[in-house]
């Protein structure tokens, strides 16, 4: 093994870990606090590519600016949705066992609502640009550039989001909310405004994960799905609830994924899903627990 | 309304439709036993969905796994055996996979089993999809076919053996055990029900069904290949019919399946493009604001208490 695939397999899994990380903290904020698992969560994913893309090709927008429009945009549009219909079914389900089989179906139908409109208004064609399509030498190795930009970019994403749950106020009320929803009213927290935005922070995250991936590959409307069956896995291996579990699981997840892809292409999903199996088998509330 | 007599008109007016169903062949447009081919699938999938999940509170979303694996039987072994054959192993496979599946996921309590089964569908698509490239050296398989009448008749009789076995469960003790385990798991283990056998013999039967559907199926539908046969949206469309229709009702799943099935043929036929967001948009109603179905609604007219609810 040359070092060179050590460093390709090295960076492509910390890319892919960050991407993984990004997608299922987002998904973990959804499920794990506001008890919806958002199964068009990878959708958002989807839109968030495509904004990024039509700010590049129409505005010549840099993709890494782009996390200014797109970020605000798919808030937004969590927010809206989570006002709208997922409240609603809250307000209108007996118990919250009741409320999760619902919102996760009405979610399923989310899925189909947005996946159209995209295929309907962006067609079904895959969809490229081209961005720091150079390669760089470093230490006698070349990396493309892009790549590097997007691994940078998603660290520092990673880290002002770490930053922002373990230190910031709100980031302390979100955490409350998920341990524990009663008590943190108790403690004078918002709950409804909390679980909102993060449901709201959730679709925020999936788009700027959107953003990197298409700074990599081709985009189609179709390309959301494998990402949210790969942030519930990431869901499940960090535990519901544990944010900062998200984070690691979708880093373990990614160098896996990785690994695999070099040895046997084919199997990369079916690996991280025996491994989802053994963890749900195992220890059902997450390696890292709750 | 005495027990009895209100058994009796029940059988009466089922075998009525049965006969009816059973001669429409002979005075219907040839294309009408097609079209109602698809409706009885979704009939078998909703009930055998509806049987365990049901009363358990157990979502299942494996019915595409289920579904697939008996199609698959049927390409692998259509031309090794005759087609009623071929038809029993399918569900036999399925009902085998079924039990694995359940003794697996023995420990997994709420929510944690709709996430573990939608997986599941995930992981055997993606495995058949490498064993078909890599071993087999295959994209998908042709299967044999069967004359559309055969196909249809098959159906029927499915049908009427799923609502059958459903109602026999549903009167039996069985049914009372799986209700308990709905109700109250913890508790219906403590006086003496043995819960997991019978979480793993009920999820297994219900995937017999789906698994003998999907053998037929396969037949109709002449070739298939991972993507088809194990697709997503039919994890989420039996949920959907059975909850439109009213879980806690015998009849619900069925009439659910019914007019769901219409409806989304005519939206198919009218409107071919934007039938999935149409698609979409009918699943968030329905869940929104038919939580306990068109049966649900009759029985709010009628005053009465409702049975359960559904969904987990």
Not at chain 1, 25 to 47: I, K
Not at chain 1, 136 to 145: K, M, P, V
Not at chain 2, 49 to 77: D, I
Request: proline letters at 4%.
């Amino acid at each position: 093994m040359s070092i060179k695939l050590v460093f390709d397999v090295a960076i492509t899994g910390l890319i892919m870990g960050g991407i993984y990380a990004l997608i299922a903290m987002g998904l973990n904020l959804q499920y794990g606090v506001a008890r919806v698992l958002n199964v068009s969560h990878g959708e958002f994913v989807m839109v968030g590519a495509f904004i990024t893309y039509f700010a590049h090709k129409l505005f010549g927008i840099n993709p890494l600016l782009s996390l200014v429009l797109c970020g605000p945009l798919l808030f937004i549009i969590g927010l809206f949705m989570y006002r709208t219909l997922f409240q609603y079914l809250r307000r209108t389900s007996q118990s919250l066992d009741v409320f999760e089989g619902r919102s996760m179906l009405a979610s399923f139908g989310a899925l189909y609502v947005i996946q159209n409109i995209a295929l309907l208004w962006w067609g079904p064609n895959v969809k490229a640009y081209s961005y720091l399509n150079y390669p760089i030498r470093f230490l006698g190795l070349t990396f493309e550039a892009n790549r590097l930009a997007a691994l940078l970019f998603t660290l520092v994403l990673i880290l002002v989001f770490y930053l922002f749950v373990v230190y910031s106020k709100a980031g302390k009320a979100i955490r409350a909310a998920a341990q524990n929803e009663k008590s943190a009213q108790l403690m004078g927290i918002n709950v409804p405004a909390v679980l909102g935005s993060c449901f709201a922070l959730g679709s925020l995250l999936a788009g700027l994960a959107g953003s990197v991936i298409s700074m990599m590959q081709e985009i189609t409307p179709l390309i959301g799905f494998p990402y949210l069956i790969i942030a519930m896995i990431v869901l499940v291996l960090g535990g519901a609830g544990n944010i900062l579990g998200s984070l690691l699981g979708g880093l373990i997840l990614g160098s896996v994924t990785t690994i695999v892809m070099y040895v046997e292409p084919g199997l990369s999903l079916v690996v991280s899903y025996v491994i989802f199996a053994l963890i749900l088998l195992i220890r059902p509330e997450g390696v890292l627990g709750r | 309304m005495d027990n009895t007599t209100g058994l009796l008109k029940k059988g009466f007016f089922s075998s009525l439709l049965v006969l009816f169903l059973a001669t429409l062949p002979f005075y219907m447009p040839p294309y009408t036993p097609l079209a109602v081919t698809s409706i009885l699938m979704y009939v078998v999938l909703t009930v055998s969905w509806a049987m365990f999940c049901g009363p358990t509170r157990y979502m299942s979303l494996a019915t595409a796994t289920f579904f697939g694996v008996g199609m698959y039987t049927s390409a692998v072994l259509g031309e090794r055996l005759p087609f009623p054959l071929v038809v029993v192993c399918g569900s036999l496979v399925s009902f085998l996979i079924g039990l694995l599946t359940g003794y697996i996921c023995l420990r997994l309590r709420g929510f944690y089993f709709a996430i573990f089964t939608f997986g599941l569908n995930e992981l055997v698509r993606n495995f058949v999809l490498w064993w078909e490239g890599r071993v087999a050296h295959t994209v998908g398989r042709w299967v044999v076919l069967v004359d559309s009448l055969t196909i249809y008749y098959y159906m029927l009789a499915i049908v009427v053996l799923t609502v059958l076995v459903t109602f026999v469960i549903n009167r039996s003790r069985y049914g009372l055990i799986l209700l308990s385990i709905g109700e109250a798991e913890e508790a219906a283990a403590h006086i003496g029900i043995n819960v997991t056998r019978y979480r793993i013999f009920f999820f297994a039967l219900s995937c017999f069904f789906i698994g003998m559907a999907g053998a037929v199926m396969a037949t109709k539908w002449a070739y298939i290949d991972p993507r088809i046969a194990f697709n997503p949206v039919l994890n989420f469309t039996p949920v959907l019919m059975a909850l439109f229709g009213g879980v806690g009702m015998m009849y619900g799943p069925i009439v659910g399946a019914g007019v769901l099935t219409l409806a989304s043929e005519i939206l198919l036929s009218r409107f071919p493009y934007y039938y999935m967001l149409l698609y979409g948009i009918l699943f968030i109603v329905i869940i929104s604001f038919l939580p306990d179905g068109l049966v649900g609604l009759t029985k709010r007219w009628r005053k009465a208490p409702l049975l359960s609810q559904a969904g987990g």
